[in-house]
């Protein structure tokens, strides 16, 4: 082959603490809707957040296993936008100092290598969108969109990559290690399939020993390890058709 892939993956890992990031509702997000909220995680006006101190230790937990560096301050921002699953208008999330930075996960056996995590970060989850009456509850065909707020400020840690991994094999290795490693360390339960762990993959080509990056595509909210590596392959062949047709590749996300 005269091509690779470049791919660098992001990791949304629900901690296993008993009330949400911001406030003291209990965590919840399977139960009856709407169940599990207050005037905090529903952005009330007047009311405060104050971090959930369980949330950050198991946070340092993580960066300590992926020898990460362990930042002596970390400082939370508001990201802004507006959707109905995001109750306050922002979203509360770390950004120019994470909590943990600059670590690494060597992946065992031939073909593994030594894979960078740039950072991982506290933040809070979104609500849950429910889309009524379409096919499979997708919002094509829905006649209604609710809105369960049972999610809404439950604590979530976002783990970056490096652009290190190289197949769609590795990735799904990679993942693997990553779900067992949390899973061992007490902080998740990451179940993919209701959630608690979901990846977003972004994936590039380029020709073998050329620098830099061309341009990627970023594979959202992927729910199973199988789903994972068909979507990196899926994409992968697609940019490779492109380039060698001399047709753009456009960003997409």
């Not at 020993?209 to 594979?219: D, F, I, K, V």
């Not at 992927?222 to 979507?231: A, C, K, Q, T």
């Amino acid at each position: 082959m005269t091509w690779e892939a470049v791919i660098g993956l992001e990791i949304h890992v629900h901690l296993k603490t008993r009330t949400k990031m911001f406030c003291r509702c209990a965590v919840g997000a399977l139960d009856p809707p709407n169940t599990r909220t207050c005037p905090v995680c529903l952005a009330h006006p007047g009311t405060l957040p104050v971090p959930n101190r369980r949330a950050v230790e198991m946070t340092i937990l993580l960066g300590l296993a992926l020898d990460c560096e362990i930042a002596e301050r970390a400082i939370f921002h508001r990201k802004n936008y507006f959707y109905p699953d995001n109750p306050k208008g922002y979203q509360i999330s770390q950004y120019d100092e994470p909590l943990c930075v600059a670590g690494r996960l060597r992946l065992p056996g031939d073909g593994g290598g030594e894979i960078g995590i740039t950072r991982a970060h506290l933040e809070e989850d979104a609500a849950k969108t429910l889309h009524v009456g379409g096919a499979e509850g997708r919002i094509h065909g829905a006649t209604t969109s609710e809105v369960d707020f049972n999610r809404a400020g439950t604590p979530l840690v976002e783990i970056v990559t490096e652009p290190d991994l190289r197949t769609a094999e590795q990735a799904r290795r990679f993942l693997q290690l990553l779900r067992q490693t949390v899973v061992e360390l007490g902080i998740s339960d990451a179940e993919m399939e209701k959630g608690s762990l979901r990846c977003d993959a972004n994936v590039s080509v380029r020709r073998r020993g050329e620098a830099g990056y061309r341009t990627r595509w970023e594979l959202k909210n992927m729910n199973s390890f199988r789903f994972v590596g068909r979507g990196i392959d899926a994409a992968v062949r697609e940019q490779t058709r492109l380039h060698e047709a001399g047709d753009e590749v456009v960003q997409q996300a």
